[in-house]
């Protein structure tokens, strides 16, 4: 923060990406504060020296909204926009509306227009229907002038917001004619047909306010004494609400998804589980859950959102679902582009939004990973990268509460645009360059520990061996009486492997059995979780077993990979290591070699504890 504020203060604008970033952190108050001097400070600047879209929004309403601009420029940032906001002279509505006078006196991008239900002169008593129609009638008249009166005076659309709820004093308001309650829900109808037909755009606060909770929304106090039409508490959510629809009209909102697929759109992980075995529907709370997460993303695509999938999977295992699974809701032919291997997801990322010909800021990225998250987040800024958890439950929720894909009234282009994306999708992937991966790795503060198998991890140790299919050098099952054979064999030792970072507790992701002889070890099984790739895992255990080795007086160690149907993503993992071909045999297994002496250890980013028996 204090590094965009001096570049600020020098005249220059600070680079988009690093604003961006930083406007989509949860902030404090103190740091939600700067940011908002930061962003007044940039709107100053000359906007060809900047990244972001200027808007000018004019701010009329029968109540006082001098309390919105510095947070609209504020929640500006995250979605794109530099916006300045002008506000009308108090209570300027029907000036604006019916007389020649231009409150603003400027061209805009939008005006703002925020009403309480105290702004429709209409008269209604209850019961009395002919009233009721006859308020609405004058309520709409007064928006369609608004609207008219934008267009001319400033040349821009009006974004007219809806009425909030009411307290109600029965369950019957609704069916109660003059009511608050009823005239406020058909003001709000009335409004979104408007918006439909193209007359103005629409902010739903009722939609908000509804979300926020009433009680929280208003402040009845300030409301009478300060003449404010909410409560100052919730302004930076009512400013970035805002914000995303004025990114939907400056074209900034989402256009793309990027999926993870294991526990994001199924439980579970497909190498490991198999399709039988991953959760999805079944009756059950999680896979039901997964399910309605499915239906809403297709929801998306039928809004025009491209969907793409980046995991970290074997290409064919991970489009077994799509292609299989009974309860998949989507289908492979959703999917735009289609990214399961082995790479850093940042590179596939790109290479995602190369294949569509679209800006990294037209993505969100949706992962249960935490550090994967926050990977995306370092080496790709400009991609929205929104914070869901991992409980499938609130995907949905915090999603659509991001604001990314709000849109403006939808028509039947915006329907097709998916599948006009998706016909540009090529099937060629793109390798990239991993920028700042080792920076990555650091951040992570990654801590491993290596112990003996023994009874405290006997249970997830035989699970391991008996679960681990893709990252399983040879595949070999033993039960928990065999794992206790190997912790009381002298001629045989187990490792188990623990890894925590500053995100997680990730717990046993890793077994390695070794057969030992007086000159030779020999590894027997080498299995890791997926969850953890691409993290130099598998370098700190080498490294440690070859200084084990070599403590021990062993010449050379040797290992064999057994290929099965899901273990192709580690056919070449001793060759990556720099073991030697010692034979190719009949049964397409590979045995390989490796001199002690020769062994050279791996960079790695890992602080790596040798334990002589593992803490319970």
Same mark, same amino acid.
């Given at each position: 923060?204090?590094?965009?504020?001096?570049?600020?203060?020098?005249?220059?604008?600070?680079?988009?990406?690093?604003?961006?970033?930083?406007?989509?952190?949860?902030?404090?108050?103190?740091?939600?504060?700067?940011?908002?001097?930061?962003?007044?400070?940039?709107?100053?600047?000359?906007?060809?020296?900047?990244?972001?879209?200027?808007?000018?929004?004019?701010?009329?309403?029968?109540?006082?909204?001098?309390?919105?601009?510095?947070?609209?420029?504020?929640?500006?940032?995250?979605?794109?926009?530099?916006?300045?906001?002008?506000?009308?002279?108090?209570?300027?509505?029907?000036?604006?509306?019916?007389?020649?006078?231009?409150?603003?006196?400027?061209?805009?991008?939008?005006?703002?227009?925020?009403?309480?239900?105290?702004?429709? %002169?209409? @008269?209604?008593?209850?019961?009395?229907?002919?009233?009721?129609? *006859? $308020?609405?009638?004058? &309520?709409?008249? +007064? /928006?369609?002038?608004?609207?008219?009166?934008?267009?001319?005076?400033?040349?821009?659309?009006?974004?007219?917001?809806?009425?909030?709820?009411?307290?109600?004093?029965?369950?019957?308001?609704?069916?109660?004619?003059?009511?608050?309650?009823?005239?406020?829900?058909?003001?709000?109808?009335?409004?979104?047909?408007?918006?439909?037909?193209?007359?103005?755009?629409?902010?739903?606060?009722?939609?908000?306010?509804?979300?926020?909770?009433?009680?929280?929304?208003?402040?009845?106090?300030?409301?009478? %004494?300060? @003449?404010?039409?909410?409560?100052?508490?919730?302004?930076?959510? *009512? $400013?970035?609400?805002? &914000?995303?629809? +004025? /990114?939907?009209?400056?074209?900034?909102?989402?256009?793309?998804?990027?999926?993870?697929?294991?526990?994001?759109?199924?439980?579970?992980?497909?190498?490991?589980?198999?399709?039988?075995?991953?959760?999805?529907?079944?009756?059950?709370?999680?896979?039901?859950?997964?399910?309605?997460?499915?239906?809403?993303?297709?929801?998306?695509?039928?809004?025009?959102?491209?969907?793409?999938?980046?995991?970290?999977?074997?290409?064919?295992?991970?489009?077994?679902?799509?292609?299989?699974?009974?309860?998949?809701?989507? @289908?492979?032919?959703?999917?735009?582009?289609?990214?399961?291997?082995?790479?850093?997801?940042?590179?596939?990322?790109?290479?995602?939004?190369?294949?569509?010909?679209?800006?990294?800021?037209?993505?969100?990225?949706?992962?249960?990973?935490?550090?994967?998250?926050?990977?995306?987040?370092?080496?790709?800024?400009?991609?929205?990268?929104?914070?869901?958890?991992?409980?499938?439950?609130?995907?949905?929720?915090?999603?659509?509460?991001?604001?990314?894909?709000?849109?403006?009234?939808?028509?039947?282009?915006?329907?097709?645009?998916?599948?006009?994306?998706?016909?540009?999708?090529?099937?060629?992937?793109?390798?990239?360059?991993?920028?700042?991966?080792?920076?990555?790795?650091?951040?992570?503060?990654?801590?491993?520990?290596?112990?003996?198998?023994?009874?405290?991890?006997?249970?997830?140790?035989?699970?391991?061996?008996?679960?681990?299919?893709?990252?399983?050098?040879?595949?070999?099952?033993?039960?928990?009486?065999?794992?206790?054979?190997?912790?009381?064999?002298?001629?045989?030792?187990?490792?188990?492997?623990?890894?925590?970072?500053?995100?997680?507790?990730?717990?046993?992701?890793?077994?390695?059995?070794?057969?030992?002889?007086?000159?030779?070890?020999?590894?027997?099984?080498?299995?890791?979780?997926?969850?953890?790739?691409?993290?130099?895992?598998?370098?700190?255990?080498?490294?440690?077993?070859?200084?084990?080795?070599?403590?021990?007086?062993?010449?050379?160690?040797?290992?064999?990979?057994?290929?099965?149907?899901?273990?192709?993503?580690?056919?070449?993992?001793?060759?990556?290591?720099?073991?030697?071909?010692?034979?190719?045999?009949?049964?397409?297994?590979?045995?390989?070699?490796?001199?002690?002496?020769?062994?050279?250890?791996?960079?790695?980013?890992?602080?790596?504890?040798?334990?002589?028996?593992?803490?319970?």
């Amino acid at each position: 923060m204090a590094e965009i504020e001096a570049v600020l203060s020098d005249g220059r604008a600070p680079d988009y990406a690093t604003l961006k970033t930083l406007a989509n952190q949860q902030l404090g108050m103190r740091e939600e504060l700067r940011v908002e001097r930061a962003a007044k400070k940039l709107l100053k600047l000359d906007a060809s020296d900047q990244a972001f879209a200027p808007v000018s929004l004019g701010l009329l309403g029968n109540r006082t909204l001098s309390y919105l601009p510095d947070p609209l420029a504020a929640a500006g940032l995250a979605r794109g926009l530099a916006i300045a906001s002008f506000e009308a002279p108090y209570d300027s509505v029907a000036s604006f509306a019916f007389s020649p006078a231009d409150c603003f006196g400027r061209s805009l991008d939008a005006v703002l227009v925020v009403l309480d239900e105290t702004a429709f %002169a209409g @008269k209604r008593t209850l019961l009395d229907r002919a009233g009721e129609d *006859a $308020a609405i009638a004058d &309520a709409e008249n +007064l /928006a369609d002038a608004l609207a008219e009166a934008a267009r001319q005076k400033t040349g821009c659309p009006a974004i007219i917001a809806t009425l909030p709820g009411a307290a109600q004093v029965s369950s019957a308001e609704l069916a109660t004619p003059g009511s608050s309650a009823r005239f406020r829900h058909r003001v709000n109808l009335m409004l979104a047909e408007g918006a439909m037909e193209g007359r103005w755009l629409l902010w739903d606060q009722a939609a908000l306010a509804s979300r926020v909770g009433l009680e929280t929304w208003l402040d009845p106090v300030r409301y009478h %004494a300060a @003449k404010i039409p909410f409560s100052v508490d919730v302004c930076p959510v *009512a $400013a970035d609400n805002i &914000a995303s629809v +004025l /990114a939907a009209m400056k074209g900034k909102s989402a256009r793309g998804v990027i999926l993870d697929l294991d526990n994001t759109l199924w439980g579970g992980v497909i190498g490991d589980d198999g399709l039988a075995g991953i959760r999805l529907g079944q009756n059950s709370p999680e896979g039901e859950a997964f399910v309605a997460f499915q239906n809403f993303i297709l929801g998306l695509r039928e809004r025009g959102i491209v969907l793409a999938v980046c995991s970290k999977n074997t290409d064919e295992i991970a489009r077994e679902p799509f292609r299989s699974h009974s309860e998949m809701v989507l @289908k492979e032919d959703h999917i735009a582009v289609f990214q399961a291997n082995w790479s850093d997801k940042a590179t596939n990322i790109k290479s995602i939004a190369e294949t569509l010909s679209l800006g990294l800021e037209s993505f969100v990225f949706i992962d249960d990973n935490a550090a994967e998250r926050e990977r995306v987040r370092q080496e790709l800024p400009l991609v929205s990268t929104i914070e869901i958890g991992d409980d499938p439950s609130f995907y949905i929720e915090r999603i659509a509460q991001s604001g990314q894909f709000d849109h403006l009234p939808l028509n039947t282009e915006d329907i097709s645009r998916a599948e006009s994306y998706g016909g540009r999708a090529a099937a060629a992937e793109i390798r990239a360059k991993i920028g700042n991966y080792e920076d990555y790795l650091t951040s992570l503060e990654m801590r491993m520990t290596i112990s003996p198998f023994d009874d405290v991890g006997r249970g997830r140790i035989t699970q391991l061996i008996n679960k681990s299919n893709q990252f399983n050098l040879t595949t070999r099952r033993y039960g928990e009486e065999d794992v206790r054979a190997i912790e009381e064999d002298p001629d045989q030792m187990g490792w188990q492997v623990r890894l925590q970072d500053k995100f997680a507790q990730h717990g046993m992701i890793g077994v390695v059995i070794v057969r030992k002889a007086p000159r030779e070890w020999s590894i027997d099984s080498w299995l890791q979780s997926c969850r953890v790739l691409e993290r130099g895992v598998e370098q700190c255990v080498m490294d440690r077993l070859f200084e084990a080795a070599r403590d021990a007086g062993v010449a050379r160690i040797t290992a064999l990979y057994v290929p099965t149907d899901r273990n192709k993503m580690v056919s070449d993992f001793y060759g990556r290591m720099g073991f030697e071909i010692a034979a190719r045999n009949d049964d397409g297994s590979v045995a390989y070699v490796y001199d002690v002496a020769a062994y050279a250890p791996h960079k790695t980013f890992i602080d790596v504890e040798m334990q002589e028996k593992m803490e319970a």
